[in-house]
């Protein structure tokens, strides 16, 4: 299993062991998985060309997230 996966399911577990409790485990559990959620992106994001099939820019499309170009 791959140190990733074994984040993935560490992050799950933590989440599902935090819920309802009141001492502030929840709000970290979320945080962190957000956190690595923004990893993701930010790899996937620097692997994806923001340009055409030639690579030359392009404007948005309407609504269209400059992240998930």
Excluded: C, I, W, Y
């Excluded at 990733?4 to 485990?25: E, F, M, R, S």
């Amino acid at each position: 299993m791959s140190s990733d996966t074994d984040k993935h399911h560490a992050l799950l577990q933590g989440l599902k062991a935090a819920q309802g409790k009141n001492d502030g485990a929840f709000e970290q559990a979320v945080t962190a998985a957000f956190e690595h959620v923004f990893d993701h992106l930010e790899r996937l994001n620097s692997h994806v060309s923001a340009g055409g099939r030639d690579g030359e820019d392009r404007p948005l499309k309407a609504g269209e997230s400059s992240t998930l170009r």
